[in-house]
């Protein structure tokens, strides 16, 4: 199979060149080519993430400062802040709004979007993605769903306010909240669209990596890269569906008078038809989703940063088998937690207990990325860039949020800790602060590959160590307002005095967290200018030994101008040397993948 | 005006420092900059990391010395003295793991920072190394899961044993009613669809049921210290979630099903009251709330804890105040409370 494809791929290598006649609008805008859109879905990501980033800072300062008047309220939010104090509604709206976009269009597509489209073809080798149609058409939906999303904010109701989880009946409901009106409807929409996008991107990736390597690139010399955007794109295969078949469940009952998800409701004096359904139902459809969705998001970022660490630590990965083996048990163990989230929801408590033991089970692959991070670290010889700063953060976050986990896994911890700002301080730190760590790693490292320029390091560590501090300064006293009893989603704290003499830390975390979103602008400020300013970066600036730095430094559709190159060896044959303590290859500390192996030199067992 | 104010400032302090390192920037401009670390950046940024380390370190020191008051009191129920010992057990190794990792992490990361001529070592694996690594956390998440499933199994276990009492807990959009089960301890038929506003009938109750004439349905909940309580919750709209923190109890009311969920109450509200860790807790917030009060704000009035029930579910609008306020007294107080309250059959009688 993977020998037809290489003669496939050979045939297009001979005409190419001979009939490019590229427009404006195929270059830029119907482009399909794999490092054009993976520029495109990582611009996109960027503006929603911006947009997701503002909403959090506006109902943070509702938090710290509750029921006060705010200029800025007026100006942004108009007529849900009358003179200019937050509305109760809108205050639901911006936390659902800011929790879809973060998770699904900023860390799941502007994350593994950017990156499956940039790394796959360029570290396997391939001259495009399988599909170069498709993979067009996927962002195109994106985009769509995008658009759609953010008209959503737009309309005369409000957007969608019932969580980013929507439950129903909150979320079926239109008396039961304005958001559920019109805004839920467009959310619903988009999302469907969006799921449509991430199947079609998926299959792609699926198909490119099992098909398309160049010679000599098994399986067991992929870059870790690799392995952990492959494995995300088949639980996305697997899971997506699922959230597929929840929203059309809801929207049938939302629209056509179903009852899949609601029975015995009576609301604003009088009883509602419904019969029979049940929204445990739907939560259970929603987090068989949910719960792997966390892992498509930081999937990726381990794999970026096992991959960044590498190449800066000028050390092998360790434990390179190890890595793969703990991706693939995140990946089965992640598809079969989902009732973690629902100890409490009415469930059979002894569902409870069986998703009490595979939960914790998942903490074992999790410490061995962790403890093989570090001692990826030991004895290295460190370069410091950004890329790596960051990287070295997502460790550190990935594990003082990871480590919460082991409380909120329990069933029986998690009775007074769920749905608490614990949970809230927990998520953020373990997949939010750490796959937007993975980002920005991949950002930094890989922005030479995109733009041909570099990114400024001084900025690149401004932006980093302030953007640690903040971050940790925002969600390391979280947790104790969640273990003071303070439920998620509470517009205001006031109603219960109990929760006045936390009103300090609420102040505390809300300058934390404005302080880490105007740092941002410095990252969006070295991102625009470094993009047309930058200095123009050499082919393999990292002394990186994957194959994406083979390829010339001005893009060309294709990869490489001549004959893909072969693979001899893995992507981590850094600091390697012979029985004589000599590099491999006198004075340069890094052997790349395309050097044959020398004469008795030994392949490790890998 | 304070908040804008201090925000105007951040922002200020923000462009100062991205001015700052463009100065920094334009004064080293010559220096053949590749935009790649170079070995001063290496060693500050290794420096950082160090520093770093102790800011992590600082930054959980004085949440706990700063925070620690804040967090809930004793567990006021039977259960509640396992879930907290659990709960530290969990924290201890957590803080266990969490000081060592990051050590390790940040101190790695100081050490190693690049240097000159400096060799990487060519480690790419260890078996035994990784054998421990994998097998330890096994072995202490097998010990926390064994305890934590014991813990739920008995937790979750709700039985008619020991003669406990009935109370439905109903939710609805945006506050709280309870129902006692009366004299015969059994709560009578319902169903959202023989809801009569007009008639009193705010829950739904089956007037035909005879086990639903003793039923008394209250808006604020008594418990009897040192007997167990059987909740049956219920909601007429959308999800809501019964959070009692005091009593480390938790259940979402969902339409269309009842939920359940048990615990014996140990402590009374006014023992609770003399709780210094409360006593504290009370001073300390009064001492805001008059703050607040005598900078004009209302409904600061000085607070007397109690216990309440919250809503820990997104259901709207009002979510954020949905609450009911929880009692818990001798059997003597009780019994006198609960013999003045008119039982369903009665008001229902009245009414006509």
């Known amino acids: 199979m993977s020998v037809t494809a290489h003669a496939h791929v050979e045939d297009h290598s001979d005409d190419h060149g001979h009939h490019h006649k590229e427009t404006f609008v195929t270059k830029y805008i119907f482009s399909q080519d794999h490092k054009m859109i993976s520029k495109q879905y990582l611009i996109t990501g960027l503006i929603m993430g911006a947009i997701g980033i503002m909403m959090s800072i506006l109902f943070r300062m509702q938090l710290a400062w509750p029921g006060e008047s705010f200029p800025v309220f007026e100006a942004i939010l108009g007529k849900w802040a009358p003179g200019g104090v937050m509305d109760a509604d809108v205050y639901l709206a911006l936390v659902t709004i800011h929790g879809t976009i973060m998770v699904f269009f900023v860390l ?36 769509l769903s995008c658009v759609i999303m953010l008209i959503s904010l737009f309309v005369e109701s409000g957007p969608a306010a019932a969580g980013w989880t929507v439950y129903p009946p909150l979320s079926a409901l239109p008396m039961a909240q304005p958001g559920s009106g019109m805004g839920m409807t467009l959310w619903l929409v988009s999302m469907a669209l969006f799921i449509a996008q991430s199947l079609l991107g998926s299959l792609n990736y699926i198909v490119t990596v099992l098909n398309l390597r160049t010679k000599g690139m098994s399986m067991t010399r992929l870059p870790l890269t690799i392995w952990a955007l492959f494995v995300t794109a088949v639980i996305g295969v697997i899971s997506f569906p699922v959230l597929l078949s929840a929203a059309l469940l809801l929207i049938m009952d939302r629209s056509f008078g179903t009852s899949f998800f609601l029975s015995d409701i009576f609301i604003q004096g009088e009883v509602l038809h419904f019969q029979g359904g049940s929204p445990v139902l739907y939560e259970h459809l929603f987090w068989f989703l949910g719960h792997p969705e966390v892992y498509i998001v930081i999937l990726p970022a381990m794999g970026m940063v096992s991959e960044i660490m590498a190449v800066n630590a000028r050390k092998p990965i360790f434990g390179y088998r190890a890595m793969i083996a703990s991706i693939l048990a995140i990946a089965f163990l992640s598809t079969i937690v989902w009732g973690h989230h629902m100890f409490i929801s009415g469930m059979n408590p002894f569902l409870g207990s069986v998703f009490t033991f595979t939960t914790l089970l998942i903490a074992i692959p999790s410490a061995v990325k962790a403890f093989n991070w570090i001692t990826t670290l030991w004895k290295g010889n460190l370069q410091l860039n950004p890329g790596m700063l960051f990287s070295i953060g997502m460790v550190s976050t990935f594990i003082s949020g990871g480590l919460t986990g082991i409380i909120l896994g329990d069933s029986t911890l998690d009775i007074n800790v769920h749905d608490t700002y614990f949970v809230v301080a927990h998520f953020h730190l373990v997949m939010g602060i750490s796959a937007l760590y993975g980002m920005f790693a991949g950002i930094y490292h890989w922005f030479p590959k995109m733009f041909g320029r570099m990114m400024n390091k001084n900025l690149g560590y401004v932006h980093f160590w302030i953007t640690a501090v903040c971050s940790y300064g925002v969600f390391f006293p979280m947790h104790f307002v969640g273990m003071a009893g303070v439920p998620r989603r509470y517009y205001e704290n006031t109603a219960f005095p109990m929760f006045d003499d936390l009103t300090d830390i609420q102040v505390l975390m809300t300058m934390f967290a404005i302080v880490a979103a105007f740092t941002q602008l410095i990252f969006a400020f070295n991102f625009i200018r470094s993009m047309f300013y930058g200095k123009k970066a050499e082919q393999n ?32 044959d850094y600091s390697k040397t012979d029985e004589n303590g000599e590099y491999i290859i006198p004075g340069q500390d890094f052997v790349a993948q395309t050097v044959p192996l020398k004469d008795g030199e030994e392949e490790l067992q890998h | ?61 004085f949440s706990f010395w700063k925070y620690s008051k804040v967090l809930l009191p004793e567990a006021a129920s039977e259960h509640g003295g396992g879930y907290d010992s659990l709960m530290a057990l969990s924290f201890v190794i957590i803080f266990i793991v969490q000081t060592l990792t990051q050590f390790l992490l940040h101190y ?30 096994v072995i202490v998440l097998a010990g926390l899961i064994l305890w934590g499933l014991y813990a739920w199994t008995n937790i979750m276990d709700i039985n008619e044993e020991d003669d406990p009492l009935t109370i439905e807990l109903y939710a609805q959009q945006f506050n709280w009613t309870a129902r006692y089960a009366g004299d015969d301890n059994v709560l009578g038929d319902a169903n959202v669809r023989m809801i009569d506003i007009e008639n009193a009938n705010i829950l739904g109750l089956d007037q035909a049921d005879p086990n639903a004439a003793d039923d008394i349905i209250v808006k604020e909940l008594h418990l009897p210290v040192g007997r167990k309580v059987n909740f049956k919750m219920r909601s007429q709209d959308v999800l809501h979630s019964a959070y009692m923190p005091h009593f480390r109890a938790q259940m979402n009311c969902v339409p269309g099903m009842i939920t359940q969920f048990s615990f014996t109450p140990t402590i009374t509200t006014a023992e609770m009251r003399q709780n ?8 300390r917030i009064n001492r805001i709330r008059a703050e607040q009060a005598a900078n004009g704000v209302e409904n600061k009035d000085p607070w007397e804890f109690d216990y309440v029930l919250l809503c820990n579910k997104i259901c709207g609008k009002s979510h954020y105040n949905m609450q009911m306020k929880i009692i818990v007294e001798t059997e003597e107080e009780y019994n006198k409370w609960i013999a003045s309250q008119k039982t369903f059959g009665s008001s229902m009688a009245s009414a006509q």
Do not use: C
């Open chain 2, 108 to 137: 790695f990361a100081f050490k190693y920072r690049g240097e000159k001529g400096k060799k990487a070592l060519f480690y790419a694996d260890n078996d035994r190394l990784e054998f421990i690594w994998t097998i330890i956390p």
């Open chain 1, 541 to 572: 600036p990292w002394n990186a030994t994957s194959l994406e730095w083979t390829t010339p430094v001005e893009h060309i559709h294709g990869n490489w101008p001549g004959a893909i190159p072969e693979v001899h060896r893995w992507a981590y």
């Open chain 2, 1 to 61: 005006m304070t908040p804008f104010l201090t925000i105007v400032v951040l922002v200020l302090v923000a462009i100062a420092i991205w001015q700052m390192t463009k100065i920094f920037e334009l004064s080293q401009i010559k220096a053949n900059n590749t935009e790649v670390a170079s070995e001063t950046d290496n060693k500050y940024n290794g420096y950082l990391m160090f520093a770093f380390l102790i800011f992590l370190y600082g930054i959980t020191i």
């Open chain 2, 276 to 283: 210094p860790d409360v006593v504290d807790k009370v001073k």
């Open chain 1, 108 to 143: 799941t597509a502007g994350l593994s979007g950017t990156f499956s489209n940039l790394l796959i073809p360029l570290q396997i080798g391939a001259r495009d993605m399988a599909s170069g149609f498709l993979n067009m058409v996927s962002y195109w939906i994106f985009f």
